[in-house]
């Protein structure tokens, strides 16, 4: 299994561009979240799935959009980009039934950078 | 919401020292209490959790405490190792589906 993988490992954007993180998992977990990871913040909770077709937002939602078509696959899209959201970016899985209580396996992350 | 506090920042140990690292959650609804370790340039990965109907959990040389009462865990590492250093990340979850991580500590173990 190649676990949680993310792509691109890194990108550089100009303000107002748009773009998608992808992220995938193949271990046919339901739970899928997106963190955002800044110096002294910690791990912040961009957004969630608990399956296909359902998403939420978590603690900082806002410039960011999800969608969830598939059980493998969340999406995390930027649609114009601001240099506030130059960060790094984790996507994490776990089993279903109650996400936050199971263990979170995370993706190697993506470094974006915001000009 | 859920606010999850953690200390210190940095943390500093001689090799073969012992490292503790406190968190303090808001929600006294938590009832799980997990550890991520993330080494440089990769994701977070979980190292030890525990319960709310356990106050101690050991696994090795890490052990994980809990006080329920006063909404503190701590982890505790013995017989620190240079591949110890890492950021270590506490988190509690608000409801079923958000888990919400502390600020991380980043432990440096010298030999």
């Known amino acids: 299994n190649a676990g949680v993988t993310q792509t691109p490992k890194f990108q550089v954007l100009k303000t107002g561009q748009s773009m998608t993180l992808q992220c995938a998992q193949d271990m046919n977990h339901e739970y899928m979240s997106w963190y955002r990871q800044d110096p002294g913040m910690g791990l912040r909770l961009i957004h969630y799935s608990v399956g296909a077709g359902i998403t939420d937002q978590g603690e900082v939602p806002n410039g960011y959009n999800v969608s969830r078509s598939t059980t493998e696959d969340f999406p995390l899209r930027l649609l114009s980009a601001a240099p506030s959201q130059t960060s790094v970016y984790f996507c994490?899985?776990?089993?279903?039934?109650?996400?936050?209580?199971?263990?979170?396996?995370f993706g190697p992350g993506t470094r974006l950078t915001v000009l | 919401g859920e606010n999850v506090e953690q200390h210190p920042s940095t943390l500093s140990v001689q090799e073969g020292d012992s490292a503790v690292i406190k968190c303090t959650y808001s929600?006294?609804?938590?009832?799980?209490f997990p550890w991520y370790k993330q080494e440089l340039g990769k994701g977070p990965q979980l190292i030890i959790d525990?319960?709310?109907?356990?106050g101690e959990k050991k696994d090795q040389r890490i052990a994980v405490t809990l006080n329920k009462t006063a909404k503190h865990f701590s982890l505790h590492i013995t017989e620190t190792q240079p591949e110890d250093s890492a950021v270590y990340f506490c988190?509690?979850?608000?409801?079923?589906?958000?888990?919400?991580f502390g600020t991380g500590t980043r432990l440096q173990v010298f030999p």
């Open positions: 525990i319960r709310s109907n356990v």
């Open positions: 988190a509690a979850p608000y409801n079923t589906d958000k888990l919400i």
């Open positions: 929600d006294s609804a938590s009832n799980y």
């Open positions: 994490a899985s776990s089993y279903s039934a109650g996400g936050a209580y199971n263990e979170q396996f």
